[in-house]
């Protein structure tokens, strides 16, 4: 039988989530305060190639076998046009994109009307008028 253990994640026996959970939803229900809330748009996560990726293939995402996420400065993810790595899931190529190089909008087919997309393409816009 294999050790899967060695696979696994560390046990960790003292964490404070508990605490800092009841402390947000106490804050935020009791105090009206809202909690995690970003002051602007400063860095971004965007989608690299891991390997050489061709035209057809289709994008799978976070944890899968054709990108990975690099934080970038937010100017220059939409200076880029970098694609989010929340977003490269289930997503055509459009033109081949080389091992480490950011994925770009231009390089997806993707769904303008979807609603996630509209979302953080009005988000894109604002930010950028911002800049």
């Known amino acids: 039988m294999a050790d899967h253990n060695r696979l696994a994640g560390k046990r960790i026996r003292w964490v404070g989530i508990g605490l800092e959970l009841n402390i947000s939803i106490l804050s935020a229900v009791l105090r009206k305060e809202p909690t995690g809330q970003a002051q602007g748009f400063c860095g971004d996560v965007a989608a690299v190639a891991k390997r050489n990726l061709r035209a057809g293939e289709v994008l799978d995402g976070e944890g899968g076998y054709t990108v990975w996420g690099k934080l970038m ?10 694609l989010p790595i929340g977003l ?15 994925v770009r909008w231009s390089d997806v087919a993707f769904d303008a009307d979807d609603d996630t997309v509209k979302t953080r393409k009005s988000m894109e816009a604002a930010f950028a008028r911002k800049a």
Not at 73 to 82: D, H, I, R, V
Not at 88 to 102: S, T
């Open 73 to 82: 400065p937010a100017a220059a993810s939409l200076a880029e046009g970098a």
């Open 88 to 102: 490269a899931h289930r997503l055509k190529l459009k033109n081949d994109v080389a091992h480490g190089a950011v």
